[in-house]
């Protein structure tokens, strides 16, 4: 009787928890995105290098009126987001086809890391559009120092963000 055992590297899978948060004002910075994406490796530890987050929602044009975007992370068993996680990389913009690559240092292990975003809505962004926040193909977009990543289908926060203008107030001055 001969046993074969064949396994393959380690590897990193990303999900995603929660929801995106249903409304953000025009203009406002740091904004949480809501909801997270969430990276387990199989046995070991890595490093992830590079994110691609991608915006979906074809009514809006993040390269436009998305800025700063900011990736947090925490290593938790449930991510709630509350301000106090590190950083990922630096401030990054969309480009014209709508990506944001957010460059690193994440080391991710057999324990939940959970993946927050954080963007800036500009002023004249347009009133009651909507963006949608994915990691397209985590396979090829996400990059690790060893080991692989799946899947290789899109992973997205469920839900989409909408953006509002805040109501003017006027204040009318009577002098008697």
Known sequence: ???????????????????QTANMNIPSTNQYVG??????????TANVTSITISETDATLSAQ?????????????????YDGTETLF??????????DAVVTGTMAVGTS??????VVDVVTGAPNAYTFDLEITTPSTEVAVSSGVVSPATAVSISGATTINLLPN???????W
């Open 1 to 19: 009787v001969r046993i074969t055992i064949t396994y393959g590297p380690p590897a990193i899978t990303v999900g995603t928890t929660g929801t």
């Open 35 to 44: 909801g997270a994406w969430t990276f387990v490796r199989s046995g070991g």
């Open 64 to 80: 436009s009126y998305l800025a700063n975007l900011d990736l947090y992370y925490e290593t938790a068993g449930t991510c709630t």
């Open 89 to 98: 990389g630096t401030d990054t913009a969309f480009d014209a086809s709508e």
């Open 112 to 117: 939940q890391v959970c993946v927050y975003a």
């Open 169 to 175: 107030v006027f204040q009318d001055h009577f002098q």
